[in-house]
T-cell receptor, first 113, second 116 residues
Framework: KAGVTQTPRYLIKTRGQQVTLSCSPISGHRSVSWYQQTPGQGLQFLFEYFSETQRNKGNFPGRFSGRQFSNSRSEMNVSTLELGDSALYLC????????????FGPGTRLTVL | AQSVAQPEDQVNVAEGNPLTVKCTYSVSGNPYLFWYVQYPNRGLQFLLKYITGDNLVKGSYGFEAEFNKSQTSFHLKKPSALVSDSALYFCAVSAPFSGGYNKLIFGAGTRLAVHP
């Protein structure tokens, strides 16, 4: 079974630009979550989608948004990039049950200059 | 407020010796507890979880963890460390009244260094 895939793996943008990151979950998984990892703040939850609906959202500004498609693939978008948005963005997918563990992709390393 | 604490930034252990990576948590409701490991330039790999039942859970690569409800702890252990275990370890929790079971709250991470 293929794991969670994320594209692109690396991205360099400048302040003020916007960026879209993509995540393909494990086949059969309908829950997709996004996390931001930085040296200062650690791993922080961004949002979770299930069957194309956002079920939960973390404490991030509205510049961070996401969506999920009918095939469970998900995208997250960050508009008006700031230097502080430089981070590793991790996507995770999970089976249907709440006790299922989340499986993480390799991440997208975003650098904002 | 819900939180997960990993009190040690780094743990050093000699190869062949037992290792412990500590984790305590503070959440509302019955938590689900997880350990993940991260190697350089990689995502997180699932090691083990506690949902309910036996307080001692066994996971991948010989790791185990003990859930202690009274001390709100979930320490990761391994009887005999390998150099290849050197990595960054994260404890995480999800709970119904702390964002829901679909949101993981992570500790800051503990870097494990196993010396030959």
């Amino acid at each position: 079974k293929a794991g969670v895939t994320q594209t692109p793996r690396y991205l360099i943008k400048t302040r003020g630009q916007q960026v879209t990151l993509s995540c393909s979950p494990i086949s059969g998984h309908r829950s997709v979550s996004w996390y931001q990892q930085t040296p200062g703040q650690g791993l922080q939850f961004l949002f979770e989608y299930f069957s194309e609906t956002q079920r939960n959202k973390g404490n991030f500004p509205g510049r961070f948004s996401g969506r999920q498609f009918s095939n469970s693939r998900s995208e997250m978008n960050v508009s008006t990039l700031e230097l502080g948005d430089s981070a590793l963005y991790l996507c995770a997918s999970r089976g249907t049950e709440p006790y299922n563990e989340q499986f993480f992709g390799p991440g997208t390393r975003l650098t904002v200059l | 407020a819900q939180s997960v604490a990993q009190p040690e930034d780094q743990v050093n252990v000699a190869e062949g010796n037992p290792l412990t990576v500590k984790c305590t948590y503070s959440v509302s409701g019955n938590p689900y507890l997880f350990w993940y490991v991260q190697y350089p330039n990689r995502g997180l790999q699932f090691l083990l979880k506690y949902i309910t039942g036996d307080n001692l859970v066994k996971g991948s690569y010989g790791f185990e963890a003990e859930f202690n409800k009274s001390q709100t702890s979930f320490h990761l252990k391994k009887p005999s460390a390998l150099v290849s275990d050197s990595a960054l370890y994260f404890c995480a929790v999800s709970a119904p009244f702390s964002g829901g079971y679909n949101k993981l709250i992570f500790g800051a991470g503990t870097r494990l260094a196993v010396h030959p």
